[in-house]
């Protein structure tokens, strides 16, 4: 109970707001810079459009967890606009990861009809055989976008909930 006091005061007090406040200015300063860099050098649009999306995240990431922080009776806002912009680089990282490996129809021709290991490791061991091909690409992409599309109305249920 003296600990739980104790953290709450540590919380509340100046001491954390200014400390993720600088924290938050510094991260986000650092990669206003990196996305300037990537502006000034803008070689490779396929791959820095991408790349960009990505940096903008720990400026928003910074500045909400901050703002929730210091205004934490509407943190539950701040934390659903992180949980929307988070789940936009998810996307915008697959995006990228595609992007370098050469596109979708590199991936599909590369890995047609290959068998998905069998390991302990990666919790394959029971499943029956399965081959990839466009049918898993699918497959992937559908749940990746439930779980996008759940993420979503999760947030807005807290949103609504909120008031």
Request: with cysteine.
């Amino acid at each position: 109970l003296l600990y739980t006091i104790k953290f709450e005061m540590f919380i509340l007090g100046a001491a954390p707001k200014v400390i993720g406040g600088i924290s938050a200015i510094a991260a986000s300063c650092i990669t206003c810079l990196q996305i300037y860099q990537h502006l000034q050098h803008y070689f490779c649009p396929a791959e820095q459009r991408w790349i960009i999306r990505i940096l903008c995240i720990v400026p928003i990431y910074a500045l909400t967890s901050w703002c929730s922080l210091m205004y934490w009776q509407f943190s539950i806002y701040f934390d659903s606009i992180r949980d929307v912009y988070e789940a936009f680089v998810i996307y915008n990282f697959l995006c990228l990861c595609y992007e370098y490996i050469g596109g979708e129809n590199c991936i599909l021709n590369e890995i047609q009809g290959k068998e998905l290991p069998r390991s302990w490791i990666h919790m394959t061991c029971c499943l029956p055989k399965i081959h990839y091909d466009i049918q898993v690409r699918l497959s992937v992409c559908y749940h990746y976008l439930q779980h996008k599309r759940d993420n979503g109305a999760l947030c807005l249920s807290s949103l609504l909930r909120g008031y």
